[in-house]
């Protein structure tokens, strides 16, 4: 296995500390509940599945955005599209038209498989959802002032001037793309890119998930009108909501891709134990 040593002295190929406890909580706990609110989010959709710009949203007001399915009047058939603006692709088998377990076509937006509960329920994905926001907002508020307190923030996070030149942005960019990941001790810092994509999930998307879905509650308006005001409308909120829930699926699929490509098991052990082998250079 290799000693432990401090990430001071080690060298690659050394089996050392990484992630504190409190990241490697937060990681997971913040892993399945953004799982349970995106799933019963998506059933949430299935309610009314088309998204607006302003104060109002009915089925007679043009959406920007659009999932549902269409009559062919020649043929009886129905087919499934997504419309964005005044393109439409077809999704017949994916969203709008899909067949459940028992071969029934079902004409909601997503299907069963993706949505909580797997049954259609506007009540019981409300139930689901509220209660995980809860965990999230509270789980985000304790981690930051906990990042805070143990200077994770200003530590990794923190981006520096010499980080925001052009030079060197463009530098990590190429990196990435040439999948040439660091060695060595370098490897247990954050680069730049990976330190705007963390900034940009704490300090602006998951923020901006949980104002916006206070926005869209009706209760708010009795005590902080303001919220839905800023966002124009709760029609707005609602679809700054959903952008926002895409931009964290996204985020999630670049992540995995890689974590893969850097070693999986190496790195879901650090975010497990805490522990990592770090990457050996050329030469050793």
Not at 10 to 20: F, K, N, P, S
Not at 70 to 95: C, I, K, P
Not at 219 to 228: E, N, R, Y
């Amino acid at each position: 296995m290799g000693k432990q040593e401090s990430p001071e002295r080690a060298q690659g190929g050394d089996l050392v500390r990484r992630h504190r406890l409190s990241t490697r909580l937060w990681h997971w706990i913040n892993a399945v509940t953004l799982l349970v609110m995106l799933m019963s989010g998506l059933m949430i959709f299935n309610a009314h599945p088309r998204l607006y710009w302003g104060e109002y949203g009915a089925n007679f007001d043009r959406p920007w955005l659009k999932i549902g399915t269409l009559q062919n009047t020649r043929t009886g058939e129905y087919s499934g599209f997504l419309q964005v603006g005044d393109a439409r692709v077809d999704t017949t088998g994916v969203l709008g038209l899909w067949e459940d377990g028992d071969g029934r076509q079902q004409r909601y937006a997503f299907p069963s498989w993706v949505t909580i509960p797997s049954r259609y329920s506007l009540a019981g994905a409300r139930i689901w959802h509220l209660a995980f926001a809860w965990v999230l907002a509270l789980g985000l508020l304790a981690y930051l002032l906990w990042s805070l307190v143990n200077g994770h923030l200003r530590r990794d996070i923190h981006i520096t001037r010499r980080e925001w030149s052009p030079r060197h942005l463009w530098h990590d960019v190429k990196q990435h793309a040439r999948l040439r990941f660091p060695k060595g001790s370098a490897a247990l810092r954050y680069n730049a890119l990976q330190k705007l994509a963390y900034a940009g999930v704490l300090f602006g998307l998951l923020p901006l998930m949980i104002v916006t879905g206070l926005a869209m509650s009706p209760g708010t308006d009795a005590w902080a009108p303001i919220v839905t005001e800023l966002f124009g409308g709760r029609q707005s909120a609602r679809s700054v909501h959903f952008i926002c829930a895409f931009l964290l699926v996204a985020f999630f699929v670049v992540h995995i891709v890689m974590v893969v490509l850097a070693g999986p098991i190496n790195e879901v052990r650090s975010m497990i134990t805490g522990r990592y082998r770090l990457p050996k250079e050329k030469g050793q």
